[in-house]
């Protein structure tokens, strides 16, 4: 059988002369699902606070989007969102699902929305700003009118798209390894001693020469398909998105590139990407911080995309279910983070961005003493499932994910509810591990609950 040009473009990833030949494949029925794609414009403005009030906003170096997807024909249409911010907390998620709901005619339960967690991005918790203006204070997370009017122009750009939706009948599956981008922040010195001062960018000899340490090296492409043609790519892999940051320039950085290179190269195939639990891993082996090392970084992910592309295998999709539960994290509560020592923290002579930290986490505190359950959804699909999991996960829960259904395709998306900060392993607390310090907002003993909620979530149907 003869296949056009655009059809093997679609099919291959490339572009290639003559004929290209492809099993046809047959379907005994009608394809019962449909999958509507969906990109909408998120950049903050100019004077913006940017990773949670740390800075704001000066220019704008390339724009941030929403991209998603809307997978109808089983029960209500199911969401997913992965948006070019750093984190979005509390009742900013619950006004993204709610909002979002709407336009796709489903509930607020079946819409997964996680950030990409660039830092050169807002942060959004409604809340916590709001405790800062009813202080008068300088410090500011987020704009709450911007806010409002991003949401619902994501969720026009996703009632837009309903119209267009295309039969999908079948998923593809592959990965490739990534090289030269990801390692951890922990890292062993030539003594034996510990350290966990790898982060994003590093000239530390030590952190360079030593070990990636503990990652997952896999980008997963999970893909959907109307029978030779691909209709979108969802891609994903554990590494912090940043390879420089905090001179005020909004920024997808390097994985915004990348995928923006992969759409010109597929532009029929909506392409979709996701950080997983990266919460501890980061470029820094890889990355000094020189900003000609941002295209070096994307261009790494980008061949990874290509070959998770080629390697991808077709299985037919008959079956599609949302996986779901709840999980109670206990918000951290020692010295610093009692309410009233938070409190304390909102006065005028407190630097702006420790006003924005105590917010932060009076807002998760606010929900979590209210009883706020966490949701851990999966999406799942037979041959593969789409997990997301809360804040900075650290690698450790993505490995266990995968380790609970190793007969089968685990995506893990990461920083889906954002409140929680670094979610660490109970060996990193006892380790001292320095990075828990005011980004992490939950008390000692998260790890067993979150892992039960992971098993329940890869294996439990709930209706």
């Known amino acids: 059988m003869k296949i056009s040009r655009r059809s093997a473009i679609r099919r291959f990833g490339i572009a290639v002369g003559g004929t290209v030949v492809v099993p046809r494949l047959s379907f005994a029925q009608s394809p019962a699902f449909r999958l509507a794609t969906f990109s909408a414009d998120v950049t903050v403005p100019v004077g913006h606070g940017m990773m949670g009030g740390a800075w704001l906003s000066k220019s704008v170096a390339d724009p941030l989007f929403a991209n998603g997807i809307v997978l109808m024909g089983a029960g209500a249409p199911v969401v997913f969102v992965a948006v070019d911010w750093c984190e979005i907390r509390n009742d900013a998620l619950t006004r993204w699902q709610e909002v979002l709901a709407e336009a796709a005619g489903t509930t607020a339960e079946r819409v997964m929305v996680c950030a990409i967690h660039q830092h050169d991005a807002p942060v959004a918790d409604l809340e916590a700003e709001r405790i800062l203006r009813a202080r008068k204070l300088a410090g500011t997370v987020c704009d709450l009118e ?38 951890n922040r922990r890292y062993v010195m ?11 960018s590093t000239r530390n000899a030590f952190a360079i020469e030593a070990g990636e340490g503990l990652i997952d090296p896999w980008l997963k492409t999970l893909s959907f398909w109307n029978g030779e043609e691909a209709v979108a790519a969802l891609s994903g892999y554990a590494v912090h998105p940043m390879s420089y940051y905090g001179s005020g320039e909004v920024s997808a950085d390097f994985p915004g590139i990348a995928r923006a290179r992969r759409q010109r190269d597929l532009p029929g195939v909506k392409q979709i990407y996701f950080s997983g639990c990266s919460g501890n891993v980061t470029a820094g082996k890889y990355n000094m911080g020189d900003r000609t090392n941002r295209a070096v970084l994307a261009d790494r992910l980008y061949q990874a995309m290509v070959s998770a592309w080629r390697e991808t ?59 706020h359950r966490i949701s851990i959804p999966s999406l799942d699909m037979g041959a593969a499932q789409l997990l997301v999991l809360p804040g900075e996960a650290y690698v450790e829960y993505q490995l266990a994910a995968q380790r609970e259904r190793p007969d089968s395709f685990v995506l893990v998306a990461g920083y889906g509810e954002g409140a929680t900060g670094y979610i660490p392993t109970e060996k990193h607390i006892v380790e001292k591990d320095p990075n828990l310090g005011d980004w992490w907002w939950l008390a000692p003993g998260a790890e067993p609950r979150l892992l039960a909620a992971i098993r329940e979530a890869l294996n439990r149907a709930k209706l």
């Open 313 to 371: 295998k077709r299985h037919p999709l008959t079956t599609v279910s949302l996986r779901s539960t709840t999980v109670r994290l206990e918000p951290r509560d020692g010295p610093g983070f009692t309410v009233a020592d938070l409190e304390k923290k909102l006065a005028t002579e407190t630097k702006p961005f420790q006003q924005c930290l105590a917010a932060l986490a009076l807002s998760w505190r606010k929900r979590a003493d209210a009883g």
């Open 190 to 200: 030539p003594d034996g001693s510990i350290r966990f001062d790898r982060t994003s």
């Open 146 to 183: 911007f806010h409002e009017r991003a949401v619902h122009g994501v969720a026009a750009a996703l009632r837009a798209s309903l119209k267009s939706a295309q039969p999908v009948t079948h998923l593809g599956i592959g990965q490739a390894k990534v090289e030269r981008v990801a390692s």
